[in-house]
């Protein structure tokens, strides 16, 4: 399997400070993705990084490629009480046509 | 973005039943995932659903546990057939946007066996 390790596996932050979380994947990518899970709920997709690019940003994420490490890192930036819940990289194969998730990162963002 | 309706949202079933997870997009997709999420695990990709063809199935999971069916190119369902309480889980169906290569969720089926 080519599913990658996240990490931490659990963050917890004050209110206003930045939260970053780690990936590490196995295999080539085509994309990484990142996406977020409220409460066990449906996940939403926050960014899309492709291999080519080392640095994306959407208002208070920034995600960085690394794929001669073959990691990736979430960075949210002042963070908010609403940002607490799971994070999830997942990976984009070339070739695959499927996803393929980390472990995820519990955060929680302490008031 | 595509919007997904996914059904039931949760149920719990007795134990060597079988339940049904529908799955509607409002616009028309080649490919159709169904992942699982056991509970505090991430997501596990069961199978891809192509219309007009037999879903293609990831290692551990087979057909007779988990029939799908794809219809035409907007519905698809998943069956999690003579369910254990190991298949207690949260169900979710999935499309590729082909714009943005971003992935879309229904918003899950929580399934609990009894």
């Known amino acids: 399997s080519q599913q990658g390790e996240e990490d931490p596996q659990a963050l917890s932050i004050q209110e206003g400070e930045n939260a970053t979380m780690n990936c590490s994947y196995k295999?080539?990518?085509?994309?990484l993705q990142w996406y977020r899970q409220n409460s066990g709920r449906g996940l939403v997709h926050l960014i899309l990084i492709r291999s080519n690019e080392r640095e994306k940003h959407s208002g208070r994420l920034r995600v960085t490629l690394d794929t001669s490490k073959k990691s990736s890192s979430l960075l949210i930036t002042a963070s908010r009480a609403a940002d607490t819940a799971s994070y999830f990289c997942?990976?984009?194969?070339?070739?695959?046509?499927?996803?393929?998730f980390g472990q995820g990162t519990r955060l929680t963002i302490n008031p | 973005s595509a919007v997904i309706s996914q059904k039931p949202s949760r149920d719990i079933c007795q134990r060597g039943t079988s339940l049904t997870i529908q799955c509607q997009v409002d616009?028309?997709?080649?490919?159709m995932f169904w992942y699982r999420q056991q509970p505090g695990q991430s997501l596990t990709l069961i199978a891809t659903?192509?219309?007009?063809?037999?879903?293609?199935?990831e290692s551990g999971f087979v057909i007779d546990k988990f029939p799908i069916s794809r219809p035409n190119l907007t519905f698809s369902t998943l069956t999690v057939s003579n369910m254990s309480p190991e298949d207690s889980s949260i169900y979710l169906c999935?499309?590729?946007?082909?714009?943005?290569?971003?992935?879309?969720f229904g918003s899950g089926t929580r399934l609990t066996v009894v």
């Open positions: 999935s499309v590729v946007e082909t714009v943005t290569y971003g992935y879309t």
């Open positions: 295999t080539s990518i085509n994309n």
């Open positions: 616009s028309q997709v080649t490919m």
């Open positions: 659903a192509n219309q007009g063809s037999e879903a293609t199935y």
């Open positions: 997942a990976t984009d194969a070339w070739g695959a046509q499927k996803l393929v």
